[in-house]
């Protein structure tokens, strides 16, 4: 199966300031996937980032404010933008690997001050 | 997309045979079952995939009615380190597909 590399683990920002998560899969995939996991919840989807084409969003999320990068099929940016202390959450990014396996990422645990 | 409903925690003790069900009523036709484990400060990892019937590997067993509408998730003789969030999901398998995480079940295994 696919292995992702995420990072960084975690950060502790500023409000009002910007993140940009990294993941980097060892193989080639056509679609990425971004979540989001709010303290103590489940994963929500955010959006589903497609190499060469715009990513698609889940309702609630937006562009604005979770621009998404998909530059080639390794690798993918997720920015958390304009944070506020809401935006404190883990986010993971994950992969289809084959035969429907999903893999993800260890996820980054931001905390937003 | 298939809605799938699980309780929210269940407690158990080492080396009981551990049973988590999960409903998902509006199955479709191309629509597999996959359970996910998460552990704290980890993203989840595929436990077990099945279609129809059962499905057993070295970690679990899946048990899938013949109509589909629940599954369930079996962890032979459980330990302390079984203690975690257990995910159910429903979709069809592909790279082009997405999935949606529902509650999921805290297991806590005590001594």
């Known amino acids: 199966s696919a292995v992702i590399s995420q990072k960084p683990s975690r950060d502790i920002c500023q409000r009002g300031t910007s993140l940009t998560i990294q993941c980097q899969v060892d193989?080639?995939?056509?679609?990425m996937f971004w979540y989001r996991q709010q303290p103590g919840q489940s994963l929500t989807l955010i959006a589903t980032?497609?190499?060469?084409?715009?990513?698609?969003?889940e309702s609630g999320f937006v562009i604005d404010k979770f621009p998404i990068s998909r530059p080639n099929l390794t690798f993918s940016t997720l920015t958390v933008s304009n944070m506020s202390p809401e935006d404190s959450s883990i986010y993971l990014c994950?992969?289809?690997?084959?035969?429907?396996?999903?893999?993800f990422g260890s996820g980054t645990r931001l905390t937003v001050v | 997309l298939a809605k799938t409903t699980q309780p929210i925690s269940m407690d158990s003790y080492e080396g009981q045979e551990v049973n988590i069900t999960c409903s998902h009523n509006n199955i479709a036709t191309n629509d597999y079952i996959t359970w996910y484990q998460q552990f704290p400060s980890q993203g989840p990892r595929f436990i077990i995939q099945g279609y129809k019937t059962k499905v057993t590997n070295e970690v679990a067993s899946l048990f899938i009615p013949a109509d589909r509408k629940s599954s369930t998730l079996s962890l032979p003789r459980v330990s302390l380190s079984d203690t975690a969030v257990y995910y159910c999901?429903?979709?069809?398998?592909?790279?082009?597909?997405?999935?949606?995480f529902g509650s999921g079940t805290k297991l806590n295994v005590k001594p």
């Open positions: 994950s992969v289809e690997g084959g035969g429907g396996q999903y893999t």
């Open positions: 193989s080639q995939v056509t679609m």
């Open positions: 999901l429903v979709g069809v398998r592909g790279n082009f597909n997405k999935f949606y």
């Open positions: 980032a497609n190499q060469g084409s715009e990513a698609t969003y």
